[in-house]
């Protein structure tokens, strides 16, 4: 039996998407709940992706807490329905998160991770970054030891991390297209399609976990509504009036709330509305897409792929392409080919 252990090291570990992804990856392989939202799972046995019970977990967190008290904190999974698997979770611990941005700071980054893949005899591992929003300076020294350590890396937020020093690891981004915008993203293209002109698109969100309480700050926010905000104009070829809202409301905790108001203009001008409502769970849309990154990571890893992995634009709201490649393709389903033609590529010519 070949062994495929993958390490995923988590900038953010005791985060809330952090620790959904450990103990969602648990208590699946417990049997305790199904495996859904992975697109990479049909691929697993093609493609010689490692399964969720290879997948081992390490990361770096300020916060000191072990995983079972920050799901606990984190309040994405009810204190019960983690009791299972309490004991691993705990045995999980952060390890320390720089206090500089310095070389020898991003050295022992980048040692953390060799030890790591060493004393678990990992066939390869991904570095993850889960910083809050704004975080740009330590996502630039997280990228740094990346970059150091030869370790592809994947870039969830929406801050910069300096990607020109990723250019010899295969390195996706940048902000996880995961509810709202990830529908405005196949909306948009299905209107254009039909030849609905859209005059207007007023998104709002109601958010009440931590994320919420940094992105409605102005200023470390403006990154995430830049990312929101862009990619409509490029879908439809012209600027409709659109304006997108995220307001902290502490009693939703992880349950985040949207709602679209959308102005049409059809046949003879007539105007339409149509208005969408989601009640999303934030950390349960991201956690099965990070965990879809890291497996196919390992494969462009795997692969040789240097630079940005286009083929995975559908997890993002800002991909990241190559200099000479244009502008991003931002629809849900032109991205969803491109994704699946590289994994058929991929099993043709592994
Ligand atoms: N949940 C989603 O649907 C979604 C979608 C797109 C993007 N994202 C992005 O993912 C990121 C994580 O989201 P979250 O909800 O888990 O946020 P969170 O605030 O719950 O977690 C961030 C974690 O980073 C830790 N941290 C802060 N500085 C650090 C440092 N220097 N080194 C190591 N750890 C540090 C914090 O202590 C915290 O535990 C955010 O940037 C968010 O915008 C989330």
Redesign the pocket.
Known sequence: MTMNRLGICI????????STIVAGTLLVRNGQAPARGLLSEPWRERLDLCGLDQLVFA?????GENLFE?AVR?AVLGRRRLQVVAKPLARVL?WA??LGHTAADCARLARDMDRFRKRHQLDGAVLLN????G?HR?SQ??ARAAAEARCPFIN????DCGEAVLQQVPYCGR?????QTWLKSVLAPAFRARDLRVCGWYSANLLG???GR??SNPGRGRD?IDSKTKLLGAMLGYEPAHVVRIDYYPPRG?N?ESWDSIDLEGFLGMPMQIKVNGLWR??I??APMCLDLARFMQLAARRAERGPQQWLGLYF?SPYTAASAGAPEHAFFRQEQSLLDYLARAARRP
């Open positions: 900038a953010g570990l005791d985060g809330a998407v952090g990361g770096w967190d300020v916060s920050a984190n952060p998160a720089p889960l910083l809050p929003t975080r330590e020294l997280y969830f937020t929406p801050n902000d996880g297209k995961t509810g976990n931590e994320d940094t992105v995430k992880d985040k934030d950390s849309l991201a709201k």
